[in-house]
C-alpha cells in the first residue's frame, strides 16, 4: 500500500520508523532481529535509508590508478527484501541522487519495482566523507526536486510503457508514491528559510506526496514550519520527525551534523547528569516521548521516528504514546 493511501485512510496518527542499513558484516538474521522490538506496535511501513558507497584510488606500480571500495552498507533494496520475506510490513527505500547516473536510478526504479515495492523518499544524499559540498554525480541529478521530476518522467516515458505493455494514458508515471525531506531549522546550505520552503515546493511541484522534517528538538519550530509551508502553498502531509537523544555528546554531535538546536533547558538537563549514561538516556527518552504526545495532541497524520537501528529508547516512547 502507498503511504499516501495510508496517510489518507487512517483514523489516527501512527509511528513510521526507520532504520539505516548495516555496514558489511551483519547478518540477515541480526538485522532481522533488531527490528523485532518494533514489531510489537504493527508498523504500517519502514524507512531505510541509503547511502553512497565511498571509494579509494591507488595508485599502481605502472603508475596507473585503480579504484577501491572501501565503505559500503548493504543496499537498501537488499534490506528491504529481507524485511519483506520476514515481516508482513510494507517498505519504503531512500533513493539518493549522489553516486548515481541517471540511468542507475532507472535500473534501481527498475529493481523495487521489480519487488514489488511502491513507495520511495527522494533525497539529494549527503556529502562524501571529507567533501565540503555535495557534487553531483556525472550524468545525476543535482537537487531532489529534479529527481522526483526524473522519476517521474521516467515512468511515463514511452519507452517505460512500451517495455510494460502498457497502454497509452493507462499509467500517468505515478507507480511510485514520492516522499521528500524537508528542513524546520533550514537546510545548513539554505541562504535563508524562505528560499529554503521555495525549494521544498519545488519537490512537491515536481511530483513529491507527502514531506518527512528533519529532527527538530522544540515542537514550535516544527509547527511555525508548516504554517510557513502552507502560506507558500504546500499542501501535502508534512509528517515530523524525532530522534530521542541518547548520549551526552549528542548535545553538541547532533547541532554540527544536522544544523539545528536543542533547547536549553534539555540541554542543561543534561549536563547535571553527564557522568551518568542511563539518566541521560532517560532524559533524552522523555523529552522525545513529551514531544510526540503534544505533536499527537496537535493533530499530526504519524511521527517519523530515526531509530538509528537501536530499539530500547523507541519502543519505551511508543508504548507510552501510540
Ligand atoms: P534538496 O531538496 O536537493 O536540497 C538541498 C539544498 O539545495 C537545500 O539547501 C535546498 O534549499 C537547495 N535547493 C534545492 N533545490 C534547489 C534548486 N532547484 N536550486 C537551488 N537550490 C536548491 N541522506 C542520505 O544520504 N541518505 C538517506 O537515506 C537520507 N535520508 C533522509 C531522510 C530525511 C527525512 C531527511 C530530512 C534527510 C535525509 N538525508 C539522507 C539527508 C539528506 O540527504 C541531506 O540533508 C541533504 O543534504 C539534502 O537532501 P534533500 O533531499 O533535502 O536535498
Redesign the pocket.
Known amino acids: 500500500m502507498k503511504v499516501s493511501d495510508i496517510l489518507a485512510s487512517s483514523s489516527q496518527a501512527y509511528p513510521s520508523l526507520?532504520i539505516v542499513p548495516p555496514l558489511r558484516g551483519m547478518t540477515k538474521n541480526e538485522l532481522l532481529e533488531s527490528i523485532a522490538p518494533f514489531m510489537e506496535f504493527s508498523p504500517k511501513y519502514i524507512?531505510v535509508?541509503?547511502?553512497?558507497d565511498e571509494f579509494e584510488y591507488r595508485e599502481e606500480a605502472d603508475g596507473s590508478f585503480s579504484r577501491h571500495l572501501v565503505r559500503n552498507r548493504i543496499s537498501?533494496t537488499t534490506v528491504c527484501a529481507a524485511i519483506m520475506s520476514k515481516y508482513d510490513v510494507e517498505v519504503v527505500p531512500?533513493l539518493?541522487?549522489?553516486g548515481n547516473t541517471r540511468e542507475e536510478i532507472e535500473s534501481r526504479l527498475d529493481n523495487l519495482e521489480f519487488l514489488g515495492i511502491n513507495n520511495i523518499?527522494?533525497?539529494?544524499?549527503?556529502?562524501m566523507t571529507g567533501e565540503k559540498r555535495?557534487t553531483p554525480t556525472p550524468g545525476g541529478y543535482?537537487?531532489?526536486?529534479?529527481l522526483v521530476e526524473g522519476i517521474r518522467a521516467y515512468q511515463g516515458s514511452a519507452g517505460y510503457r512500451r517495455s510494460r505493455h502498457m497502454e497509452e494514458g493507462g499509467e500517468d508515471g505515478r507507480y511510485f508514491c514520492i516522499?521528500?525531506?524537508?528542513?524546520p531549522e533550514k537546510?545548513?546550505?539554505?541562504a535563508n528559510i524562505e528560499?529554503?520552503i521555495m525549494?521544498?515546493k519545488?519537490?512537491v511541484d515536481a511530483g513529491a506526496d507527502y514531506i518527512?522534517?528533519?529532527m527538530f528538538f522544540d515542537n514550535k519550530v516544527y509547527y511555525d514550519f508548516v504554517a510557513r509551508c502552507r502560506e507558500a502553498g504546500i499542501d501535502v502531509p508534512i509528517i515530523p520527525?524525532l530522534k530521542p537523544l541518547s548520549t551526552a555528546r549528542q548535545v553538541s554531535m547532533l547541532p554540527e551534523a544536522f544544523s539545528l538546536d536543542i533547547p536549553l533547558e534539555l540541554t542543561k538537563e543534561i549536563e547535571k547528569f553527564s557522568n551518568d549514561k542511563e539518566a541521560v538516556y532517560q532524559i533524552g527518552t522523555e523529552w522525545c516521548a513529551m514531544q510526540c504526545k503534544d505533536l499527537l495532541k496537535s493533530g499530526v497524520p504519524a511521527v517519523?521516528f530515526y531509530t538509528m537501528g537501536k530499539s530500547r529508547n523507541i519502543v519505551e516512547i511508543l508504548r507510552e504514546c501510540f
Open positions: 526507520e524507512n535509508t541509503s547511502h553512497r537498501e531512500h539518493i541522487c549522489g523518499v527522494a533525497l539529494r544524499g549527503d556529502s555535495f543535482r537537487y531532489a526536486s529534479e516522499g521528500v525531506g524537508a528542513y537546510h545548513f546550505e539554505a528560499t529554503d525549494n521544498l519545488k519537490k518527512i522534517t528533519q520527525g517519523h
